[in-house]
């Protein structure tokens, strides 16, 4: 059944990022209308323009180049005036990311760590390493931490992260040798949690035998307990467990359990490793609805069943898992859990279990779950998946959807029939907005002379109207970047950790008065010039960097900031294909420095230095350090 074309093709302008152009005072909007621009944060414009320094010294260090990095690094303690230790920990992170663990490892025996945000930091830097040096290293970090200055949490958090590893007993060890008898419980209950990790169950089990007895001297510590609880559940000590459950029940005074839902949380868990559903499902009776961050508690009912549900996944009881999956309320919640006991399928290799709540989850885990199942021969659960997000009629939008996923996770063999159903079906009905799309498609699946075959038709047919007074131009937005998020790397956090202990340090004021929005009504040469960005964008997708320029360099200059948008887009592709050649000679065609010139810079100059063309990477990362900020 076909759906109406004017819903299909609104439709599917929404998976395009429409265009946020950030206009310069030189410049004007696509209704001919001159615009300016809101002055940056300066601390924020600071810490970015800091961290591409940063990023400098890193590519310094793989070429060989460290003086050279550390007068780069006096730029940045001057600028930001960072403290000697702070500068030995940036130094640390720019080793770790450079790959040079010799170097970085000179540096331990300077820090002075906070525990913070500059071991956070460097716990990022140590996640670029082989898996198998990451947990020594930041053991070997945490070591210079004060034991009262986050320690044993993060030998908590690596024995976490790092389970079943000889370097967990590692932890368990140096957690054992630190703890005294004036140690609280709950510290001693980490202890046996992180012998678990290890996986030296009869040591986790010896140390709780002993700790629930010293437990029942304090009835206050009713949390020790619970956790202890726990514990013998997740062990395998089902008896035990239910054991020291039954003995709460009297500890525990009627009514407390509905005002701590933090008890009633955990004892949910511990009644759920054991299978006693029926207490669980009475414990659930006494969580609020909502959670309620007044009382420094983020416990519901909701989150307790989110818990329960990834809980029996990780145990291997999938039925379980899955009714306690359906029975949260919350649609947000449900498909964050969905999508968390997924990937815990998947690398458990459980394609039916992942496929059968793969309607919970997002289009691109719903692709990824089919791709993988398909590399393990399970053609059968692969095509139902793919099936089902398809649709069984012909929901042109759908169709591009699933496509459009399905090539973001590699899945080619499967878009590429799907994407020429999909020609056909624009073809047949004359929808010639959604021939770029299509055309975009193709390319993205690696057909790129299909890709360029029909973007050559768009092309002569935007000639043909662009030359008619009278006939309207079909418009379809460029393929332009979405704002950038906060990276969450290594440097980030540094520069982030810096700036908000700066003493000098005042956040930003909002303006919180509302702006409505006025439509613009663009003019034609608005609109041709909007085209003109448009297919230079999808010429960049397909991989054709001579179109994409010729139709970048047709946009008059006065759409000075629109151009420069369109060229980081193109620039961004190049790079992408692995073409520092051409992203390069891209750039030195635009005078005017865009925002992103200097992080493009850097990247072409890391290609450069992969390709071992090292000469090109040096200038360039002297050119991008002389760039003067926009």
């Known amino acids: 059944m076909y759906k109406p074309l004017s819903i299909i093709f609104l439709t599917l302008l929404s998976f395009v990022s429409t265009p946020t152009v950030s206009l310069a005072q030189a410049c004007v909007g696509l209704d001919g209308a001159s615009v300016s621009n809101p002055s940056p944060d300066s601390q924020i414009a600071k810490s970015q323009q800091s961290r591409e320094m940063a990023e400098i010294a890193v590519a310094l260090f793989r070429v060989g180049q460290p003086n050279r990095a550390a007068q780069v690094n006096e730029q940045i303690r001057s600028r930001f005036k960072l403290e000697p230790k702070d500068l030995t920990t940036l130094v640390m992170i720019q080793y770790l990311m450079a790959g040079d663990q010799a170097a970085a490892t000179a540096q331990l025996p300077k820090l002075e760590l906070t525990g913070f945000g500059d071991i956070d930091a460097i716990f990022l830097a140590t996640r670029t390493l082989p898996e198998k040096n990451q947990v020594d290293w930041m053991l070997n970090v945490v070591d210079r931490l004060p034991i009262n200055n986050g320690k044993l949490l993060w030998w908590i958090v690596l024995a976490e992260l790092y389970p079943n590893r000889p370097e967990t007993r590692k932890i368990a060890e140096k957690m054992r040798l630190l703890l005294t008898e004036e140690d609280r419980l709950s510290e001693w209950v980490n202890l046996a949690v992180v012998y678990r990790q290890a996986g030296d169950f009869e040591a986790a089990r010896s140390l709780l035998e002993s700790l629930a007895k010293q437990a029942k001297s304090d009835a206050r510590d009713i949390s020790s307990r619970i956790k202890i609880a726990q514990e013998f559940a997740y062990i395998g000590q089902p008896k035990r ?55 420094f508690s983020f416990h519901a009912k909701d989150v307790t069943r989110s818990a329960i549900a990834r809980q029996f996944a990780e145990q291997g009881n999938f039925q379980q898992s899955q009714k306690f999956l359906l029975s949260i309320k919350d649609s947000q919640l449900q498909g964050e859990t969905a999508q968390r006991i997924v990937h815990h399928l998947l690398h458990k290799g459980q394609w039916r279990q992942a496929a059968a709540i793969s309607a919970f989850v997002e289009p691109k885990l719903q692709a990824l779950i089919a791709y993988k199942a398909a590399q393990a021969n399970q053609t059968a659960i692969s095509d139902r998946i793919v099936a089902a997000m398809r649709g069984q009629d012909m929901d042109i939008t759908l169709l591009l959807q699933t496509t459009y996923v399905l ?186 420095p865009t925002n992103t010139m200097r992080k493009s810079l850097i990247a072409i100059a890391n290609l450069y230095l992969d390709q071992k063309q090292t000469a090109k990477a040096i200038a360039l990362l002297e050119q991008a350090l002389n760039l003067k900020s926009s």
Not at 257 to 281: G, Y
Not at 466 to 482: A, I, N, V, W
Request: proline share 6%.
């Open 407 to 592: 090539n973001q996770v590699g899945y080619y063999t499967k878009s590429r029939p799907l994407l020429k159903e999909a020609l056909a079906f624009v073809t047949e009905q004359k929808i010639q907005p959604l021939r770029y799309k299509v055309a975009v498609q193709f390319a993205d699946a690696g057909e790129l002379e299909q890709a360029n075959q029909l973007l050559d038709e768009q092309a002569r047919n935007f000639e043909e109207l662009s030359r008619s007074q009278k006939t309207s131009l079909s418009m379809f937005d460029p393929l332009l970047l979405d704002a950038p998020n906060p990276d969450e790397s290594a440097l980030w956090r540094f520069f982030e950790h810096v700036r908000l202990k700066a003493p000098d340090f005042k956040p930003t004021q909002r303006n919180s008065s509302k702006i409505e929005a006025v439509p613009v009504q663009r003019s034609r040469e608005g609109s041709i010039v909007m085209n003109l960005g448009s297919l230079a964008t999808f010429y960049s997708r397909a991989r054709n960097f001579a179109k994409a320029d010729q139709f970048l360099q047709r946009i008059p200059d006065q759409y000075c900031d629109f151009k420069a948008s369109i060229l980081e887009f193109v620039v961004s592709e190049a790079i992408a294909a692995k073409q520092p050649d051409e992203a390069q000679k891209l750039l030195t065609k635009y005078s005017r």
């Open 241 to 295: 467990a239910l054991t020291e459950l039954n003995q709460l029940n009297s500890a525990i005074a009627p009514g407390q359990l509905s005002t701590h839902p933090d008890w009633t949380h955990h004892l949910a868990l511990a009644h759920a490793a054991i299978n006693n559903l029926t207490a669980v499902s009475d414990l659930l009776q006494k969580l609020p609805d909502k959670a309620d961050p007044d009382s």
